[in-house]
C-alpha cells in the first residue's frame, strides 16, 4: 500500500502502465513541481528538533500568524500549542518537549493545511493515534481532503467511510 504512495509521489516511477493524478499521467508533472504540489502525511509524524513555528512553516514558509492559528485549529493542536509555556516557539525534543504519536499527528496536518496542495497523500495517518486523538484527526482529515484529489491508505475500514472510493488491495 504504501508502494502506491510512494508511485503517486513518483518517488520512483512505475515499470508498466501508467498512474492518473487529477487527470494527468504522473510522468507529466515535473518532479518538483509535483512535490510543491503534494502534501504527505504518513504514519511516523516527523517533527524536527526545531520550534513549532519552523516545523509548521515547512509547509508554508512564508505563512503569516493568522495562517498558522487557522491551520492549528482545523487540525485540531490550537489547544496543543497554547498549552506550552513558550507556545510556536517551544522547541520540540527540547527539555523533554515531545507529543504522543496522536499529538504530532495533529502538527503534521496542521502543516499540510499550511501547504495547502492540491494532492493529498494520507498513509496509514492514524496508525499509532490513541482514540481520543483519532476522531480529532479524522475531522481533520475531512476538511483538509475538501475539494483535494485525496489519496487515503488505512488498514481499518473505519478511517475510509467517507471516502468517494474505496479500493481493497491484496498481495
Known sequence: KTTIARLAAR???ADEGEIIL???NIKDYDKKALM???AFVFQNARLFKMSLRENLLLGKENAADTEIDQALSN???KELVANLKDGL???YGAKGT???GGEAQRLVIARAFLKDAEFVVLDEATAFTDP????IIQESFRKLAANKTTLMIAHRLSTV???DRILVVEK
Open 98 to 100: 515531545y507529543f504522543s
Open 22 to 24: 487529477g487527470g494527468r
Open 75 to 77: 487540525a485540531g493542536a
Open 89 to 91: 516557539n517551544t522547541v
Open 36 to 38: 510543491q504540489n503534494i
Open 132 to 135: 481520543e486523538n483519532e476522531h
Open 161 to 163: 467511510v467517507n471516502a
Open 11 to 13: 518517488f520512483y516511477d
